[in-house]
T-cell receptor
Framework: DAGVIQSPRHEVTEMGQEVTLRCKPISGHDYLFWYRQTMMRGLELLIYFNNNVPIDDSGMPEDRFSAKMPNASFSTLKIQPSEPRDSAVYFC????????????FGPGTRLLVL | DAKTTQPPSMDCAEGRAANLPCNHSTISGNEYVYWYRQIHSQGPQYIIHGLKNNETNEMASLIITEDRKSSTLILPHATLRDTAVYYCIAAINAGNMLTFGGGTRLMVKP
């Protein structure tokens, strides 16, 4: 298994531009999580899905952020418009279900908003 | 999820055992103790978890006190590749929401 796949690995954009981050979870995993990591705030859960349905989006910072999961093998996290304070590493993770022992994390997308 | 407290940093000599402590005094009876680590620029990686009993796997050992208010992750023979941030998390299950704290930055030195 290739593990959780994220793209792009690095993204540099200018303030005001739209940014789309992509994630392919491990096949068969029913849960998908989006995290953001910064030096100031550490690793924060933004949103998670169960069977493609958003369950908890209380960590999404504001309306500029949106996440979708159109099918079991693909999810996007979109920032529109982007701001310099959105610069961070964004991780996607997946798990088999709530009783499983672990989440599997992707390599992350390093986003820099100028 | 119960809050956990870890020292911000620790050093360990290569080849020696690394003992990473974690306090979770408010842990509830159905919460497990999970340990993850994050090597620089990579996503977090699961290490081990336990409820009451001590646990061991190919990566580490987990010692949980009898009152479950604290635990220790043990890397028996630390290598330079074990240099990472180690997170202790108390949660009902790791397949669901996880709350990461500041973790302990372990530096293994030659």
């Amino acid at each position: 298994d290739a593990g959780v796949i994220q793209s792009p690995r690095h993204e540099v954009t200018e303030m005001g531009q739209e940014v789309t981050l992509r994630c392919k979870p491990i096949s068969g995993h029913d849960y998908l999580f989006w995290y953001r990591q910064t030096m100031m705030r550490g690793l924060e859960l933004l949103i998670y899905f169960n069977n493609n349905v958003p369950i908890d989006d209380s960590g999404m910072p504001e309306d500029r952020f949106s996440a979708k999961m159109p099918n079991a093998s693909f999810s996007t996290l979109k920032i529109q418009p982007s701001e310099p304070r959105d610069s961070a590493v964004y991780f996607c993770a997946s798990s088999l279900g709530p009783a499983q022992e672990t989440q599997y994390f992707g390599p992350g997308t390093r986003l820099l908003v100028l | 999820d119960a809050k956990t407290t870890q020292p911000p940093s620790m050093d360990c000599a290569e080849g020696r055992a690394a003992n990473l402590p974690c306090n979770h005094s408010t842990i509830s009876g159905n919460e497990y103790v999970y340990w993850y680590r994050q090597i620089h620029s990579q996503g977090p990686q699961y290490i081990i978890h336990g409820l009451k009993n001590n646990e061991t796997n190919e990566m580490a050992s987990l010692i949980i006190t009898e009152d479950r208010k604290s635990s220790t992750l043990i890397l028996p023979h630390a290598t330079l590749r074990d240099t990472a941030v180690y997170y202790c998390i108390a949660a009902i299950n790791a397949g669901n929401m996880l709350t990461f704290g500041g973790g302990t930055r372990l530096m293994v030195k030659p």
